[in-house]
């Protein structure tokens, strides 16, 4: 591995260079997702208050651009330590202008929000070495190698330090499985090798939040499996992660928390179990007896019971599925099948918003 070194204004790794105006360019793209802090600041000043329970916390926060047009409406984002939230909606309800205005890439038209404790984007000096963010997919220098792009990340971060980056850059792109192709250039890499990149790039250094926008845009299976496994494997090491998704398989595999936006709007949060058990759990029967199995789910006090040809089905209620079944045998039901449905996060986010998961105007 190359040694990355300055050269008169520019940073050399792998042995290619690249001229200042490009290395000012990466400079600014690196600050713009926090990867660049102004100048080093005491640890010690850094830890948030210990009266702080959530790593992001946002209250009324808007956007409106010119126009008219409301892309967030008012809010109130609460995302506990050590979560994987997940940040659910369909593309076009606000979810990137929502991470935009976390990182301070664009203001807010009303409202406040916090990292880690910390006014944004007041004191983003201070917070934004300690996140990692991929925003909107990433963007690097097409004739640099995948290792010299993270190597002029790195050196642009004043709070890094220079001695290891060697060291982090590597295991970066191990992390994300893009060791072999390290040194093939950016311009070569596939759509899904792009991303993992910008994965990389969050993680030069330890973060204790992690914002990750769309990160299986262009994965393939294995790719998005293995995605998945890395945010697993961040969270049991204590980072809080931050998953902006439209996939709802996606967040209900890997989130514990979720909050679902609607066209600007956040219309519920809360842990995946709350908002599931918020909705009405259904049982299903099928038997050669249904008028008789939709008379004992009637007394048993389950509610909208109906009858499809041999299966007969109704809103649990109070009642537990094995209370349904004993009841079923004792009035001598012919039982041929018995399950439980309960919802997903598809049917919560079509009892919230009244409409399927779809692209939000």
Excluded at 13 to 40: C, F, L, T, Y
Excluded at 95 to 104: A, H
């Amino acid at each position: 591995m190359t040694a990355v070194r300055s050269t008169g204004g520019r940073v050399t790794a792998d042995g290619v260079a690249a001229e200042p105006a490009a290395d000012r360019a990466v400079q600014d793209w690196a600050a713009g997702i926090g990867i660049k802090a102004a100048a080093r600041v005491d640890p010690a000043a850094l830890a948030p208050p210990s009266t702080v329970d959530s790593a992001v916390r946002t209250s009324g926060l808007t956007k409106r651009f010119r126009g008219g047009q409301v892309a967030v409406d008012g809010i109130d984002l609460v995302v506990p330590y050590g979560s994987v939230y997940g940040f659910l909606g369909p593309n076009g309800s606000g979810k990137t202008t929502t991470i935009r205005m976390l990182l301070g890439l664009i203001s807010a038209t009303a409202g406040s929000a916090e990292l880690l404790g910390r006014p944004m984007p007041r004191q983003a000096a201070s917070v934004l070495p300690r996140v990692g963010a991929l925003v909107e997919g990433p963007a690097f220098h097409p004739h640099l190698s995948g290792w010299a792009n993270l190597a002029r990340l790195d050196a642009g971060d004043r709070t890094a330090d220079p001695a290891t980056a060697r060291a982090r850059i590597g295991a970066a792109l191990d992390r994300v499985g893009l060791s072999a192709a390290a040194r093939k250039r950016y311009r070569a890499y596939s759509l899904g090798m792009r991303q993992r990149l910008g994965i990389a790039a969050a993680l030069l250094r330890p973060r204790e939040l992690l914002i990750l926008d769309e990160p299986t845009n262009g994965l393939d299976p294995q790719g998005t499996r293995e995605v998945r496994s890395l945010v697993s494997a961040l969270a049991a090491e204590g980072v809080t992660v931050l998953l902006s998704s439209h996939l709802l398989s996606e967040v209900e595999q890997v989130c514990t928390h979720v909050g679902v936006m609607h066209v600007g709007r956040l219309v519920a949060q809360g842990t995946l179990g709350d908002l599931r058990s918020a909705q009405a759990t259904r049982v299903r029967v099928e038997t050669t007896s249904p008028g008789q199995a939709a008379e004992t789910l009637h007394q048993l006090g389950l509610t909208d019971v109906r009858i499809d040809g041999h299966a007969v089905g109704g809103v649990l209620g109070g009642a537990a599925p094995e209370q349904v079944v004993v009841a079923l045998v004792a009035a001598t039901v012919p039982v041929r099948q018995f399950t439980v449905d309960s919802p997903g996060l598809e049917d919560v986010f079509v009892t919230l918003t009244g409409e399927g998961f779809d692209v939000s105007g």
